[in-house]
């Protein structure tokens, strides 16, 4: 099997499977030979619904988000264990389920490890199934240890047809297909309709979107919350993945990195929105930050995709924790107080994508998965009516962004699925890298100092150079733009 080049090189390195990127050679040698290296059937044979399987089916994920989704709507799951740690299907196999939480790459780091061992592993102890995140799913993607889903798993592009096209293009090298997603991650401006009442003088989705089409807009809005004693962000990484996903060019050209232009301007605005007290100095997922969205918080507004809407804005959203440790029921917060717009620009965040892993021997169940799961359009509509989330299929997000009866509550009634469905077609991934993880979150961690006043602009862009270097060796200088 020709293995990623820097997944090899990184077991002998010792700063840890942490520096893997995908670097690999052109992955168009075919999938098929990389499954039989594996110890695979052949590709034919093992596309055959006939085909013998094994009896355990592993599949690999860092939280338990797809494992919901997993033994809630897929059709072929007969029992799941009270654990969860386990879930039997109607065909006798057993998924077993190993969840790693991202937390210092541990996630990669453990499966970049077993995916190296897959060869030697027994045929039950293989990965089947693993899951990715679109900021480094380039690196699994440029390597013979995903499977073409066309070829080698056996979806066509029938299946495929309803799916949006970057959710596509993500997880795609040369043309060949290695992953498929059951959501999509458009993004959009989350807002609270007493805020926006008080400092625009309307909630109207509409009109707040007239107010904030464009960054000179945006920052005019946010003097005049400022003016009302309101914040316009949270912190300093609120607006990074509006800016990020708007750039011009990749983060890695060869062996240099480039810092776009667009980041720049991220920096320069959220300096100018310290310094001039339009945040409250928080960073993503800190108590700061989670409260700043809560019934206490004076923040105009949170830059969200469609999982952070239903999932981490609700949650944070609900009335302050009880002594017990859980939250007051709803209502008791401000559940109805959020609405969306777009924003100044179109941005994703996010996403999660089902990779076939070489070697497999469940071909039949896993193309199976990836069929019911991400390309069946009652199953996404199900989904979406009952979580919110925003499923990968064009045609069923369609059915509810013009259903008049359609709406959530959580955002006074709007149908956000309607906002959402005009964002998610513009998605453009021609800039996505292998490198995006590591840069994105080194070039903000590194400039937060900068925000706070404790080192100046030329230290923070140093400490970006010096620790861009050591999470990657093989990038060698970094330009800066003029």
């Not at 919901?68 to 109607?90: I, Q």
């Not at 807002?191 to 979107?209: F, H, M, N």
């Not at 010096?466 to 200088?477: D, R």
Request: proline content about 3%; glycine content about 8%.
């Amino acid at each position: 099997m020709r293995k990623n080049k820097v997944l090899c090189a990184a077991m002998a390195s010792a700063m840890s499977l942490s520096l893997l990127a995908g670097c690999g050679g052109n992955s168009a040698s075919t999938a098929a030979s990389a499954s039989a290296a594996a110890g695979s059937s052949d590709t034919t044979a093992a596309a055959d619904a006939d085909t013998e399987e094994g009896k355990v089916l592993n599949i690999w994920c860092w939280n338990d988000e797809f494992q919901s989704r997993f033994n809630d709507y897929y059709p072929g799951v007969k029992e799941v264990a009270a654990d969860k740690s386990t879930t039997t299907l109607n065909n006798g196999i057993t998924v077993k389920w190993t969840i790693n939480p991202t937390t210092d790459n541990n996630y990669q780091n453990k499966l970049d490890e077993a995916l190296l061992k897959q060869d030697s592993a027994a045929a039950d102890d293989k990965i089947d199934i693993f899951l990715v995140e679109a900021d480094y799913a380039l690196k699994y993607v440029d390597s013979d240890y995903t499977l073409d889903v066309k070829n080698d798993v056996g979806l066509t592009d029938d299946d495929l047809k309803d799916q949006y096209q970057y959710t596509k293009d993500i997880v795609s090298v040369d043309g060949v297909q290695k992953g498929t997603s059951w959501q999509a991650t458009p993004g959009l401006f989350a807002y609270r309709r007493s805020i926006a009442k008080d400092v625009l003088g309307t909630d109207d989705p509409a009109e707040v979107q007239s107010a904030l089409s464009d960054w000179d807009k945006f920052n005019t809005v946010a003097e005049e919350a400022a003016a009302k004693g309101y914040k316009m962000l949270s912190g300093y990484d609120d607006s990074f993945r509006v800016f990020s996903n708007n750039v011009s060019e990749p983060w890695v050209d060869g062996t240099t990195v480039k810092v776009d232009p667009n980041i720049m301007a991220w920096v320069e605005q959220t300096k100018d929105y310290t310094d001039k007290g339009y945040n409250n100095k928080s960073t993503l997922w800190s108590d700061q930050w989670a409260s700043d969205q809560g019934p206490s918080g004076n923040v105009f507004g949170f830059f969200y995709s469609t999982w952070g809407i239903n999932f981490t804005l609700l949650g944070n959203s609900l009335a302050t924790p009880t002594a017990e440790g859980g939250k007051e029921e709803v209502g008791n917060g401000i559940y109805g107080d959020y609405a969306v717009c777009q924003g100044p620009q179109p941005y994703y965040w996010g996403g999660s994508w089902i990779c076939a892993a070489a070697g497999t021997d469940n071909i039949p169940t896993v193309r199976d998965v990836m069929q019911q799961l991400t390309c069946d359009a009652d199953i996404a509509l199900q989904i979406t009516k009952d979580t919110q989330d925003y499923t990968n299929c064009q045609s069923a997000m369609q059915s509810l962004a013009t259903d008049p009866t359609y709406g959530s509550d959580f955002l006074g009634g709007q149908n956000h699925i309607a906002l959402f469905s005009e964002v998610a077609p513009t998605i453009d991934m021609s800039n996505a890298g292998p490198y995006d993880q590591g840069c994105n979150e080194t070039i903000q961690n590194c400039f937060h100092d900068y925000f706070n006043g404790s080192i100046d602009f030329d230290t923070a862009k140093a400490n970006f150079e010096a620790q861009i270097k050591v999470k990657y060796p093989e990038l060698t200088s970094v330009a800066w733009p003029q």
